[in-house]
């Protein structure tokens, strides 16, 4: 794996700064260009989020930052500083695979999108706890983990949790595994949380109690944490700051007022329009045309330019630079090259 060349630092209340971010699949069709030169920064106890459509990126980029990136997938170049604990700075993406298993689930911890494939069916919900818990701390006893896992249980709304952590994945509800997923997620105390599409699979009703239950413990516990999703609905409810994706890029990114009220690149745009209006009486909801294109082929340029009703000759030939508009809010979009 290559560097990016540049002296990359970890600005004073920042909690994680990933710069210039390659991951590419080789494949029997060919390769599989997943990120491409993605850049963020997450700061101490915010929540950013990462928005677009399925197949941009959003998992693969969280999931190359604790090496999850399995064969025929590489990470082909890229930093990831993270501030440990300690106060310690390490390059995640240059750390071995015994050093990144110490903070891989300890302190970066994952919320996948299916509660039901993160939960080994053979076991129950404390041994999952027991597990999670023992990989990183052997010498705690099995009967203080229960413990913690019962009090865990309990913040995250489950009830009876001295039931329910003797229970298997398949006696629980689709919302209690969710929680259960949450609550061995934080068995460890991590510094980063990071949720991947946690609302997904549940109704409505429930995804409301997820979503503030994840703003709670994140104030309780101070953490920062990277919400993966397609829904702007949730990302109004909990993200401070945006980074919308498109095809392996980032192609705008700010804090979420100026993204949902002065969003400038057209797929930002788009993707706001296609979101009905609950105050505004609309007989059809707006669709972006055209289809994502593909990551083995992608278009020359701007990669947004096939579908995009703004589209000008520089688009087709030259990728747009990132356009500072505003503090904190930058867009990769040739349309404001004159700033």
């Not at 060349?5 to 920042?14: C, H, Y």
């Not at 080789?26 to 599989?32: D, E, F, I, M």
């Not at 818990?133 to 913690?148: C, D, G, P, Q």
Request: include cysteine.
């Amino acid at each position: 794996m290559q560097s990016s060349g540049e002296k990359v630092v970890l600005n004073d209340g920042e909690v994680l700064r990933v710069e210039k971010l390659e991951v590419r699949f080789y494949t029997y069709a060919g390769v599989v260009h997943a990120v491409s030169n993605v850049s963020f920064y997450v700061r101490e106890g915010e929540t950013i989020a990462l928005v677009g459509e399925t197949g941009c990126g959003k998992t693969i980029t969280t999931r190359a930052i604790t090496k999850l990136i399995e064969s025929p997938g590489r990470i082909e170049s890229g930093i990831a500083l993270f501030r440990r604990r300690n106060g310690q700075i390490v390059d995640l993406l240059k750390l071995d695979d015994e050093e990144i298993r110490k903070i891989r689930g300890d302190e970066i911890a994952y919320v996948f999108q299916d509660p039901s494939a993160a939960l080994d069916p053979l076991y129950t919900v404390g041994y999952h706890f027991i597990e999670t818990v023992k990989a990183h701390r052997n010498n705690v006893s099995k009967k203080n983990i229960i413990y913690l896992a019962i009090k865990l249980l309990r913040e995250v709304a489950i009830p009876s949790p001295e039931v329910r952590v003797k229970n298997y994945p398949h006696e629980l509800s689709g919302g209690m595994r969710q929680r259960s997923v949450i609550a061995i997620s934080l068995s460890n105390m991590p510094k980063l949380l990071i949720a991947d599409e946690p609302t997904t699979n549940l109704d409505v009703t429930i995804q409301a109690q997820i979503l503030e239950l994840l703003q709670e413990l994140q104030k309780r516990y101070g953490m920062s944490m990277i919400l993966i999703t397609h829904n702007l609905g949730v990302v109004a409810e909990t993200a401070n700051r945006v980074y919308v994706m498109y095809a392996g890029k980032i192609v705008e990114e700010g804090n979420c007022e100026t993204i949902f009220y002065n969003s400038a690149h057209p797929y930002t745009q788009l993707l706001l329009k296609a979101v009905p209006n609950p105050l505004k009486k609309i007989e059809k909801l707006e669709s972006i045309p055209g289809t994502v294109p593909s990551l083995i082929n992608p278009p020359p340029g701007c990669r947004f330019h096939p579908r995009c009703p703004f589209a000008m000759d520089i688009c087709r030939k030259e990728e747009p630079p990132k356009i500072k508009l505003d503090d904190n809010h930058y867009v990769f979009c040739w349309l404001y090259t004159k700033r």
